[in-house]
Nanobody, 115 residues
Framework: QVQVVESGGGLVQPGGSLRLSCTVSGTDFSTYNMGWYRESPGKRRELVVWISARGTEGSTIDSVRGRFTASRDNDKNTMHLQMQYVNPEDTAVYFC????????WGPGTQVTVSS
C-alpha cells in the first residue's frame, strides 16, 4: 500500500524560506512524475510544481516561478520543495502526489506566511 507523508511546514515571515519534504513508501517512486500541490481555504487544490521521474524536467505555475523549486532523491524515495521569497498568498496546506494524483493523499503540511 502506498503511503505519502509530507513534512517541513510551519510559520514563516514574508520574504522567508522554507523546505518541505515528502516521503513515499510502498511503490517504485522512481517511475512517477511527481508534483507538489497546495490547498488554501476556499480554493481548489492546485498543482504548484511538477518534476519528472528522473528529476531532469519540471515546471511551475506562474505565481511561484523563480521562487519554488522541486527536487527529488529516488534512492531515498523522497522529494523536496524549496520555497523562497514566500508571501501570504503561499499560505496553504501542501501535499505531494503523482502528476495524475494516483496516490491516496497524505496528511499534507501546513505552511503559514505571516509577520
Amino acid at each position: 500500500q502506498v503511503q505519502v507523508v509530507e513534512s517541513g511546514g510551519g510559520l514563516v515571515q514574508p520574504g522567508g524560506s522554507l523546505r518541505l519534504s515528502c516521503t513515499v513508501s510502498g511503490t517504485d517512486f522512481s517511475t512517477y512524475n511527481m508534483g507538489w500541490y497546495r490547498e488554501s481555504p476556499g480554493k481548489r487544490r492546485e498543482l504548484v510544481v511538477w518534476i519528472s521521474a528522473r528529476g531532469t524536467e519540471g515546471s511551475t505555475i506562474d505565481s511561484v516561478r523563480g521562487r519554488f523549486t522541486a527536487s527529488r532523491d529516488n534512492d531515498k524515495n523522497t522529494m523536496h520543495l524549496q520555497m523562497q521569497y514566500v508571501n501570504p498568498e503561499d499560505t496553504a496546506v501542501y501535499f505531494c502526489n503523482t502528476e495524475s494524483r494516483a496516490f491516496a493523499w497524505g496528511p499534507g503540511t501546513q505552511v503559514t506566511v505571516s509577520s
